[in-house]
């Protein structure tokens, strides 16, 4: 059998924009009067309301209908979905106490209506680039969750200054900025340490082109730059951690000695650098330049002597149970693919405890890569926790659900 | 009416994250279609490797993202049914939660195989499964990052089919994603093929 040379035809998107219908009378006052004399109108005679789109119980709210008040009638006019399941619900969206219902705002689809619990904690696995709890927390109204981008571990200094520096954009696009990094920590930052300079040892030690880590010619450059950043704020850490411990005569483990004498060797050169690069830049960028290759053979230095620190933590990290911390210590770390393994297995624990936590303390929201939210799944979720895969049947159902409610809008 | 069955390879890579490569199997029965991702990527990832405008996928961008690529195993099968004449398709994941999805995104999965029309000559002429087949050079290009791409797009194409689609960065990044269609049997797909087991 010979095909015809050409792709397969199918039906149009089914999920594009509104179904567009003439606008009616109201709405064509809207646009003559203007919005605030329309308002004034409206408040006057709540009869020429502009709505289709408000459900509740699965039945269109009709124009003229009385349960629209002054509070309810403005969720009226936007052309946006919203499926309620009974008129307190409504009222009480209306009115901003609810925390579980709200659009998108896209890039990812915009204006879907979502519905996640309203009780217990609302488990988000997402896919960073696709919906994610920074579109969610603002879109239904909560500033209370926790989330893998910011840090759950205790730490000051000069690393807590360098992770607030990285993460406080993402803060106050979630509303709580200024607020501490630690009442939003979804997991450890030090695993993410840990690999990022793993990945980037190839780099340091010129087996792989800096070059891929331009911002033209791939993603990772980014996130490096940014826990290189870290990396280095801690290395710092370490170094004062030591400098303290000598001066006190107390003995000094060796990893964290030769990790300070990294520094001590290679401040005046790495300092400027790591602490002039930008929030959110690429690390090829300014790496690959014939000035800072230079510097390829210090960073090696920094890559070479955090790991063990990293691995030392592993196995005695405060913020995991001791079983916990035992059972990372026993895995083996002598190869790149037994180190991988072991930074994966460090995060899990962490999303754990953080799950733990968020269940004992009332946290409405927990965001996370859907691979952390399966494995949270795997081992059993409890009680009064609620998983939505954010990267397939639930972002899924909501858009289906959301693009049924506009076809049959009248 | 269409019959075939295609198994393929797709190879994906994104430094410093290892290649990935996934088997994957597509049955057309007329209007009917199935897709298996053999190493039971997610539903984002296999719709991913059509929609993404640089045409590398759904690949890592986040610390977090590469990681967990770096320590990626396969995770069983993952299934999808559609049908041209229907708006809803199935989905099946590994763990064997099935739901319903927009079938649009799920046929233009499944239609990867199929060659589009080309507004270019062939470049050059090729042998591939015992088939003549001709390559056609193109590009995708737009802003990532808030910086321009540009990626090749070499396809092979002999009757119809797309034999081999290899996307590349035209400016010399690493990214690249690699479709090979391994096997292709037309005339054999049953009605036991796309019902759903």
Known sequence: MRLRATAPTHRPAARGGPEESSLDAASALQSRIGNRAFGDLVARNPVPTVQRWIFIAGTQVGRRDARLDATTRPLARDRKVRDYVDDAEMNAH????????????????????????????NLLGENHTQVTLEQVAPAVGSTNFTYE???????????????????????????????????????????KLAYNMEALTPYFSGASPVSELRRRNGYFGQPAQRYLKVTWAHAKDVALEVAMLQATAQAVPPAKQALATVVA?????????????????????????????????????????????????????????????????GMPTGTHAERGAMFSAWRNMHFEQALTDAVANGVRYQGMGMAHLAHLQSQGLPGGTHPFDMTAADIQGFERATARLRRIAR | MRNVRLDLLVTRTAPPAPALSTPMTIWW?????????????????????????????????????FMDATASTPRGETDLWGDLASPDAMVREPSGREWEADSVDIARVAGQVFAPRFSTAPTARDSRLGRDAWE???????RDNGVKFRSL????????????????????????????????DEGSVTEGDLRPS
């Open chain 2, 153 to 184: 797009v070499r396809t092979l194409v002999a009757d119809g089919y797309v034999l081999m689609r290899e996307v590349t960065d035209a400016r010399g990044g690493p990214m690249s994603r690699l479709m090979e269609v391994t096997e292709l």
């Open chain 1, 94 to 121: 209306a009115s901003g106490t609810t925390d579980y219902l709200g659009h998108l705002p896209g890039p990812t689809s915009r204006n879907t209506w979502v519905r996640f619990s309203p009780t217990g904690v």
């Open chain 1, 265 to 329: 060797n290679h401040r005046a050169a790495l300092e400027p650098y790591i602490t002039g690069l930008a929030v959110d830049g690429w690390l090829g960028d300014t790496l690959d330049t014939r000035r800072n290759r230079a510097l390829l053979p210090a960073l090696l230095d920094l890559a070479n002597a955090f790991m063990p620190v990293m691995i030392a933590r592993a196995g005695a990290d405060p913020g995991l149970s001791s079983a916990q911390q035992t059972a990372l210590g």
């Open chain 2, 136 to 142: 056609y050079r193109s590009f995708l290009e737009g």
């Open chain 2, 29 to 65: 029965l007329g209007e009917r279609y199935r897709v298996r991702d053999g190493y039971g990527r997610g539903y984002a990832e296999i719709v991913g490797d059509v929609t993404e405008p640089r045409g590398f996928g759904l690949v890592p961008r986040t610390i977090g993202e």
């Open chain 1, 149 to 191: 981008p910011f840090s759950r571990d205790v730490v000051g200094g000069a690393t807590a200054t360098a992770m607030d520096t990285e993460t406080s954009g993402r803060m106050t696009r979630m509303g709580v900025g200024g607020g501490n990094q630690r009442d939003h920590g979804g997991e450890s930052v030090f695993p």
